[in-house]
Structure formats: C-alpha cells, structure tokens
C-alpha cells in the first residue's frame, strides 16, 4: 500500500498570524478606504520624515510649487501606488508596500527646501531672475549647511534601527550557530516552538531543491508524522531543536502502530 501524502495543515505560529491579522480583512470594505488612506498615509508620513519631528515634511508640501513634468509624473505615480495599495487589505504601518515612492518624496522635501532658500534669499523688491531661481546655484552652499543640520535625526533614526536589527538577527544567529553542530552527511531538524515564540520570526526553511539540500529544517508534527518524514528520506539523521531550552537534540521519533 503506497505511503500517503503527509498532511499540510498551517502551522501554530501561522495561526496566530492568521489569527492576529483576520480583522484587517473582515474590516476591508469601500466606506472604510478613505480612513484606510489616512492610516497608512501617516505611518508613510512617519516612515519618511518622522526623525526630522514632520518638520521634512513641511518643505515636501512647499516641493509641490516646484513640480514640472517628469517631477511632477514622479511624485503622481508615487501617489497612485498608495491609491492603488487601497484595493489590499493591509496594517496601517506596513509601509514598506510603499518603498518605490520613496525617492520621488525625497525630491520634492529637496526641492521644497531649494525653493524655500530661494525666496528668503532674495532681497525684498527684486524681481525673479535665473540668478535667484531656486535653481541657481548661489543657494548651493546654504542648501548643504542644511543639509547637514538635517542629517544628525536621520543618523539617530538609523542607529535605532541598526540595534533594532541586531537585536532581530541574533534571534536568528544562535540558531544557525547550533546548526553548525550538525555535521551528517544528511540530517533533518525538527523544530518545536515554544508557547512564547515570536510569530513573526521562523526557523523552518524553504529551499529550491530539497534533494540536495544537506540539512532540512521542518515544523515539528509530533511522533508520529515526524517518523513519517523520516521514512520517505532514508539516510537522514533525525535532529529537535527545542526553542524553550534553546537546544538541538539527537532524535529518533516512534511512529503510531
């Protein structure tokens, strides 16, 4: 009697994903789109030019006086991928949906601020010339000192970040350090979560070609399908990493009679 397919039910973390994001879809209709577009907005808003306190934000709207074709289709396209991001149902804070529009909002906080130099530089009573446009190059100067003074919150902003990211990866990196303890020709790892596991964070692993992959990393299922797994891959040494001990034991699952 042929062997049947293991079952491929989501896993418990998967369920509290599902679990914690439901609500996002069920509340997704037409009369919500326009709170929607406000939500994410602010979260872009922030994402951008929260380390400068909104201030950035400021000359991003005096930008707008400066658009002229090919700035002006930029900064629309951007704005039309926000628009079109309202037919998903989405996290208000998930703006990284929205990264591609990140370089046409940086123009227009640049050019806001050009623009701005420009007209508290002219002398009251003159006219608009080439000389004072607001991109002539006598502001250059002006322009990079405040540059500068708007470099140290974004310096700060990417410092946070950088420990904030450190922090994520060294959840991870303890767990690729006990796989190098693994040093079969071929193994499989099954890894048991703890009750307490971040749902966003996963050990389990997909690779393209499973066949030469020397070391697989799967969900644990229990005894039984696990002895399961390991009957359909002869020649792997079966492996458990238990996340509450934060430890890879030797393992030999018995399957159900």
């Not at 149902?89 to 909002?105: D, G, I, M, N, R």
Request: proline share 5%; no cysteine.
């Amino acid at each position: 009697m042929p062997e049947k397919a293991l079952p491929h039910s989501i896993t418990p973390d998967l369920q509290r994903l599902n679990a914690a994001y439901s609500s996002v879809h069920v509340n997704h209709f037409p009369s919500t789109l326009a709170g929607a577009l406000r939500a994410r907005s602010q979260f872009l808003a922030v994402s951008i030019w929260g380390g400068s306190r909104g201030v950035l934000g400021v000359f991003a709207l005096v930008g707008l006086l400066t658009l002229s074709g090919a700035t002006a289709f930029a900064v629309g396209s951007s704005i039309l991928l926000i628009l079109a991001y309202l037919l998903y149902a989405t996290p208000a804070h998930w703006s990284l949906y929205y990264y591609e529009s990140v370089p046409a909002f940086a123009y227009l906080t640049a050019a806001g601020l050009a623009w701005a130099a420009a007209m508290i530089g002219r002398p009251a009573g003159t006219a608009m010339s080439r000389v004072f446009h607001w991109r002539s190059p006598r502001w250059n100067r002006a322009l990079v000192a405040g540059a500068f003074a708007f470099v140290v919150p974004g310096v700060v902003a990417l410092g946070m970040m950088r420990v904030q990211h450190g922090a994520d990866r060294r959840y991870l990196v303890r767990f690729d350090n006990l796989m190098k303890s693994i040093h079969d020709p071929r193994a499989v790892v099954f890894v048991r979560y703890a009750a307490e596991h971040n749902a966003n964070t996963t050990f389990v692993r997909n690779v393209a070609s499973p066949s030469d992959e020397r070391v697989w990393v799967v969900y644990d299922r229990g005894d039984a399908e696990n002895a399961r797994l390991l009957a359909l891959a002869p020649g792997r040494t079966g492996y458990l990493f238990d996340e509450q001990n934060g430890r890879i034991y030797s393992y030999e699952p018995l399957a159900k009679q």
